[in-house]
């Protein structure tokens, strides 16, 4: 989601038959970034690492590190997580939407 939201566009683009997914999930090259967004290829790469070790372990790690391109693009501090508590109730059949 994070590419796409980059580019405005799928990371990886083919067809929908077997062999295509295979391809596009064993052996295909990462997309690589270049001009401005360049800082975030480390990120993308982590998020879309074909061997599951190398991917980031949750989504704290992918924070940290866009905090620190965020930094080092902006010199200011990145603002601090505000965890929200969710209440999974409040969401079951009430006709909410995530979009």
């Excluded at 038959?17 to 295979?22: A, V």
């Excluded at 295909?28 to 998020?47: E, K, T, W, Y």
């Excluded at 924070?63 to 079951?92: F, H």
């Amino acid at each position: 989601m994070l590419f796409e939201m980059l580019t405005g566009h799928l990371p990886f683009r083919g067809g929908r038959d077997w062999e295509e997914w295979k391809r596009l999930h064993k052996a295909a090259p990462l997309p690589v970034l270049d001009g401005a967004l360049a800082a975030m290829n480390a990120v993308l790469q982590g998020c879309l690492a074909k061997a599951p070790g190398q991917r980031f372990a949750d989504f704290g790690a992918v924070r940290g590190r866009l905090a620190e391109i965020y930094e080092k693009l902006t010199g200011e501090a990145a603002a601090a997580c505000q965890r929200a508590q969710l209440n999974a109730e409040d969401c079951v059949n009430k006709g909410s939407t995530v979009s």
